[in-house]
């Protein structure tokens, strides 16, 4: 469905383009990328993307600091945001589920299986199931 847009934000470019193309070529679905924290509000000032998979450890503002602002802005805070983590500890997840956030997916992502994790955690329809 071309009407889902996902912002990704991640430091690491490599690992954006990883997501990118495996949100569009696997999921079908649109893409942003930003970055960093400041370049993700800066597009939320233009965009209103159907998700956020926001990477929490970044240097400068940090995924929680980038949270915190979508969260306290009434224009941004519905957006749903899906954690980018490599920080799993049940401390980590515990806190992350007080915070409201969607989801969290664990670094090192997989491939394969990532639009499955963001269409279950967003509660789409699985992207390819149709041609299974």
Known sequence: ??????????????????????LED???WETLVAGSGEECLQILQIERPSAILL??????MDGIAVYDRIQ????TQS?????LTAKVLPSDR?????MGVAGVIS?????????EE???????????QEFL
């Open 1 to 22: 469905m071309r009407d889902r847009q996902i912002l990704v934000v991640d430091d690491e470019e490599h690992l954006r383009e990883l997501v990118q193309a495996c």
């Open 55 to 60: 990477d929490v450890s970044m240097p400068g």
């Open 79 to 83: 957006i749903p945001v899906i954690l």
């Open 107 to 115: 670094k090192p992502i997989e491939p394969t299986t990532l639009t």
């Open 94 to 98: 515990a806190k992350f589920a007080q």
């Open 26 to 28: 696997l999921g079908g």
């Open 118 to 128: 963001v269409a279950e955690i967003l509660g789409w329809d699985e992207p390819l």
């Open 72 to 75: 306290s802005d009434p224009i």
